[in-house]
């Protein structure tokens, strides 16, 4: 019995021992010079020509297509990508190094991450990248997983890929954190209306109850026109917070119009009047725990005013002439889509009086502002 025993004992240690190996053997990276190249030396001068970028992932497929100089994503309603996140995505691949040869056993694969073969799956394991002119593939790329070093970097990271088509995997370095959900390659960015340029922002309920908020003739400064100075807001950044309800507004998703229904949900409009006399209008609802608005642009010159001095001094007002062109440019890419904001937005764009001024004794005590966004004193 006890010499069985041993024998099991022994058969478990060299079983172990060799799997230890083989993972060593997979994973473990030698110190040398060897100089493999570029993970795609040919694609800098290649880039050009992509004009397709495909995604498969557990997290699902999706595309990329490019006409003219921008970029659209046709299975989310043909959406404009975020062009700076593209292009970057396709200089880094670019740039990427070889830094060693792994493994060329399919049976080994899984192990980094660059099996492929089903990668759209939940337990695909790796995102497979390729870039295409049309039908003709420039490259692609089965992105594994990102090798664990003990030095923490800002800068390039090692990541165990395989060139589709090749047997061959490697462990590389570059910027090669490549997002496999659709929705971080959309350009979320829906407007950037400075909150210096605000003169006036008027919030209207459906019933026509109006809060109306006013600059007080300094930077960042505001209040109702009845308390001036002495409002006396739900809490104190408010005002400052309502009026740069514009400033980088950024969407969570988006929809367009023609898919889109408010049913029997109220729409509260504000709208948005700076200095300049470009007035920006918000019809925004709250549908099933979600704040969806629209947004339009329009010129009234009827509604220009000084500015005060120290606004004058930023350099943020505009000429008619540029009010105008940002009034088309605003349209013409807003007009045909519903967006989806956060919650914090869609509060502001939808507040009743009620909820933008109190007694002084009902203030809100807020945290001191940590991270240097809040107006300056």
Do not use: C
Not at 90 to 103: G, H, R, V
Not at 326 to 346: C, M, P, Q
């Amino acid at each position: 019995m006890t010499k069985k025993f041993n024998s099991l004992t022994i058969l478990f240690i060299v079983t172990v021992v060799m799997v230890l190996l083989m993972l060593v053997t997979i994973y473990r990276t030698h110190d040398n010079d060897d100089n493999y190249g570029l993970l795609f030396p040919d694609l800098f001068s290649e880039l050009s020509q992509v004009d397709t970028i495909q995604f498969s992932s557990g997290e699902g497929q999706f595309s990329l297509q490019k006409k003219g100089e921008d970029w659209f994503i046709p299975e989310h309603y043909n959406y404009p990508a975020n062009f700076d996140e593209v292009k970057r995505m396709l200089i880094d691949l670019s740039e990427a190094k070889l830094m060693e040869q792994k493994t060329s056993n399919p049976e080994q694969y899984a192990i980094l991450g660059v099996d492929g073969t089903k990668p759209e799956t939940p337990d695909g394991g790796s995102i497979k990248v390729m870039l295409k002119q049309g039908d003709e593939q420039i490259a692609g790329l089965l992105l594994g997983k990102q090798r664990d070093v003990t030095v923490a970097s800002a800068g390039p990271k090692q990541f165990y890929v395989r060139r589709v088509g090749d047997a061959q995997s490697w462990l590389a370095e570059g910027y090669l954190l490549i997002s496999p959900v659709m929705l971080n390659w959309i350009d979320s960015q829906v407007i950037d209306l400075a909150r210096e340029r605000i003169a006036r922002v008027e919030i209207i309920q459906p019933k026509g109850d109006i809060a109306t908020l006013v600059n007080l003739g300094k930077k960042d400064k505001f209040g109702t026109p009845e308390s001036g100075e002495k409002t006396v807001f739900k809490y104190p950044q408010l005002g400052y917070d309502i009026a740069g309800s514009l400033h980088q507004l950024r969407m969570e998703d988006v929809l367009p119009k023609q898919d889109f229904n408010r049913g029997d949900a109220d729409v509260v409009i504000a709208r948005f009047i700076t200095f300049d006399g470009l007035v920006v209008t918000t019809k925004t609802s709250f549908i099933d725990g979600f704040y969806y608005t629209t947004l339009s642009a329009d010129y009234q010159p009827d509604l220009v005013t000084e500015a005060p001095d120290d606004i004058k001094a930023l350099n943020v007002l505009k000429s008619e002439e540029q009010v105008k062109a940002e009034v088309d440019a605003l349209n013409k890419k807003l007009s045909e889509w519903v967006y989806r904001v956060s919650g914090f937005t869609g509060t502001n764009l939808m507040r009743a009086k009620a909820d933008i001024v109190t007694e002084k004794n009902n203030v809100i005590p807020m945290p001191a502002d940590l991270n240097g966004f809040g107006p300056l004193q």
